[in-house]
């Protein structure tokens, strides 16, 4: 799913200068991961979802916590 969908979401993101261009990429990848997890957890409200993948992401140890920064304000972002 994320290979078709991410490079759309992506050209969207772009086209539209919805985001700067370089942070762009890293928005879409914490998005994607979002929707893979949601996917995964269709039974919970999206803004439980986002905090049970936030918690997930904490305890993985190959993530910096700048990362779950970024991550938490791209799917906060309203």
Do not use: C, G
């Not at 086209?15 to 919970?44: C, M, T």
């Not at 305890?59 to 700048?66: E, G, H, N, P």
């Amino acid at each position: 799913m994320a290979n078709r969908i991410l490079p759309q979401f992506l050209d969207f993101l772009l086209s539209r200068s919805v985001i700067i261009a370089k942070n762009a990429p890293f928005y879409a990848h914490w998005v994607s991961k979002f929707l893979a997890f949601s996917n995964r957890n269709e039974d919970l409200s999206s803004n439980l979802r986002v905090q049970k993948l936030l918690n997930l992401l904490k305890l993985q140890k190959k993530i910096a916590d700048w990362q779950i920064i970024q991550a938490e304000d791209t799917l906060k972002r309203e």
